[in-house]
């Protein structure tokens, strides 16, 4: 394997575990009594402040100057909404389930199933290759078998209320 493809795999890795811990991060943002999207304020925050560090430090030590062209703007600017969009969407996801657990499985495998087909349609190339399909349909089925199998905790309590004594709930057929 190549030095830049080792890097790649590398950066993919950290993506995969900052946007892993991400949703169970979210999930303890939460603060009983009070609307969740607080959080979604300092989520923002956090966008800015990073991604304008990071972006600014990124162009200087690639070699490139803060001049734009129009195509960077726009797809930067709509991938920034996108973004935000899901942001918003997840957080409210969360106040819903109430439970990382049952989002994030979703949310992950959903986006790479969209993410795999959007790039398809993007790149102008509509022939999909039959091991592709099988992908999207594998992955389908895998987000049902999660959310069908897994363990979710109790349920939340009111402020107020003692925590429930039960045992913990799953969602699937227990053996």
């Known amino acids: 394997m190549s030095n830049e493809k080792m890097i790649g795999l590398i950066f993919a890795i ?3 575990i900052f946007w ?3 949703g169970p991060a979210l999930g303890k943002a939460r603060v009983v009594g009070e609307t969740p999207f607080k959080a979604y304020i300092f989520i923002g925050l956090a ?3 990073w991604g304008m560090i990071g972006g ?3 162009v200087k030590v690639s070699g490139g100057t803060l001049a734009f062209k129009p195509e960077s703007m726009t797809w930067g600017f709509v991938a920034g909404t996108l973004g935000a969009f ?3 969407t997840l957080t409210y996801a969360m106040f819903s389930a109430k439970d990382a657990r049952l989002v994030m499985p979703v949310v992950f495998g959903g986006a790479t199933a969209i993410s795999a087909i959007a790039g398809t349609l993007l790149a102008r190339s509509h022939h999909v290759p039959p091991a592709q399909i099988a992908g999207f349909i594998l992955v389908i089925v895998g987000v049902v078998l999660i959310q ?3 363990t979710h905790g ?3 309590t009111k402020p107020g209320t003692a925590p429930s004594t039960s045992t913990v709930q799953t969602t699937g057929s227990e053996k």
């Open 14 to 16: 950290a993506t995969a």
């Open 20 to 22: 892993g811990l991400y």
């Open 47 to 49: 966008y800015l402040i």
């Open 56 to 58: 600014i430090v990124a």
């Open 86 to 88: 899901g942001a918003l």
């Open 148 to 150: 069908l199998n897994a």
């Open 154 to 156: 109790p349920p939340a």
